[in-house]
Structures are given as structure tokens and as C-alpha cells.
T-cell receptor
């Protein structure tokens, strides 16, 4: 079974608008961490935001916020005030329990239009 | 350097050739990971080192794949007798301790087997 599901292969968003990228996850471990990474065409994976399973509040980092709905096992990324430089591939990932490796989803391509 | 450095950035190998991919993690980082990213997919875990110890190699797809980190810093991923299905981007990541909140990724090595 897929641990991370990203159902949106590609999205278009107008500059300065907000965009929500969907991510659902599957784990039976009560302790886990959820990550979002950005991968521009240069190939490097850039860390954006982290949410721990026991965190009481949704994580925020600048224009990035994570809409964490534990009961629904979803961890959607919201990018506010989109910029042209936000055009990239975005990956949701999870680390479970005492494990150290990340399981990634298939990614969502975001294209920001001027 | 300030970030994770991988070399070469691009490698074209003839089928059957051996290749070696290098990763220089961030100085002082204990943990080092290798991931394989096929075109249009999310990264898949290959192997994990804590200092010089290879604690997990469960993701290596075959015995043609071998990784080492002899002095606990630089790591090399070696692929013997390359095959076309080995064509992918190989990403290296490091973090300061065993389960830091995020991993820092390099730009990857794009391997094309012809």
C-alpha cells in the first residue's frame, strides 16, 4: 500500500493567489513526521515545512502552512501569495516511528502564471 | 561547503559499465542517505549510514548496488554492470543526527545508461 498519496499530478495557479496541494498518508504508528519538499528544475530537494504527529498546532513557515487533519490522515500544503519562483515539483514525505528514512509521494507539479 | 555536494552532476554509462557516484555531506552530519528518483516519480530510499556504519541497505535494488562511507564523511554509491533500468537521479541527503527534523539534499547525479 502507498504510504503517501498525492492525487494532483499538476496544478496551475495565478501569481499572488494561494494554492493547496493535497497529501494523504497511511501509517499505523502513532509517532510520525510529515514533510514537504520543493524540487525545482535544478533537481535539489528543498525542505519547506515539518509537522510532527503530536504537534498541537499546524506548522507554518513564511508563506507555507500545513493543514494537518490527523483523523483524516491528511497533511495539505498551502502556499499563499504565489510567486513565479514557486513553480516546481512538490513532494510530501513521511517518516514513521523510530525509522529514519523518508517515504515520498509521487509529487505535484505547480506552475505559477503571471 | 555549505550544502550537500554530489558529483558528477551527469553521468552517461554504457550498459555493463561500472559507475561510482560521490556524495560530500554537510560537515559534521552524522546521518547520510541515498535515494533513487526515477523520472516523474518521488525519491525511493536506497540506504542509510550513521557515521561509517551502514545501518540499512534494504532499499538497494540488487547486489549490483554497493555503498560505502569509510571515514564517516564522504560516501560513494557504486553500481556494477549498469542496466537501462538503473537510469535515474541519485540523491544524497544528510542530517546532523539520527532523526533530525529534516534532511538536507544534494542536487543529485543524473545517470543515463545507454
Amino acid at each position: 500500500a502507498q504510504k503517501i498519496t498525492q492525487t494532483q499530478p499538476g496544478m496551475f495557479v495565478q501569481e499572488k493567489e494561494a494554492v493547496t496541494l493535497d497529501c494523504t498518508y497511511d501509517t499505523s504508528d502513532p509517532s510520525y513526521g510529515l514533510f514537504w519538499y520543493k524540487q525545482p528544475s535544478s533537481g535539489e530537494m528543498i525542505f519547506l515545512i515539518y509537522q510532527g504527529s503530536y504537534d498541537q498546532q499546524n506548522a507554518t513557515e513564511g508563506r507555507y502552512s500545513l493543514n494537518f487533519q490527523k483523523a483524516r490522515k491528511s497533511a495539505n500544503l498551502v502556499i499563499s501569495a504565489s510567486q513565479l519562483g514557486d513553480s516546481a515539483m512538490y513532494f510530501c514525505a513521511m517518516r514513521e516511528g523510530p525509522d529514519y528514512k523518508l517515504s515520498f509521494g509521487a509529487g505535484t507539479t505547480v506552475t505559477v502564471r503571471a | 561547503g555549505a550544502g550537500v555536494s554530489q558529483s558528477p552532476r551527469y553521468k552517461v554509462a554504457k550498459r555493463g559499465q561500472d559507475v561510482a557516484l560521490r556524495c560530500d555531506p554537510i560537515s559534521g552530519h552524522v546521518s547520510l542517505f541515498w535515494y533513487q528518483q526515477a523520472l516523474g516519480q518521488g525519491p525511493e530510499f536506497l540506504t542509510y549510514f550513521q557515521n561509517e556504519a551502514q545501518l540499512d541497505k534494504s532499499g538497494l535494488p540488487s547486489d549490483r548496488f554497493f555503498a560505502e562511507r569509510p571515514e564517516g564523511s564522504v560516501s560513494t554509491l557504486k553500481i556494477q554492470r549498469t542496466q537501462q533500468e538503473d537510469s535515474a537521479v541519485y540523491l544524497c541527503a544528510s542530517n546532523p543526527a539520527g532523526r533530525g527534523t529534516e534532511a538536507f539534499f544534494g542536487q543529485g547525479t543524473r545517470l543515463t545508461v545507454v
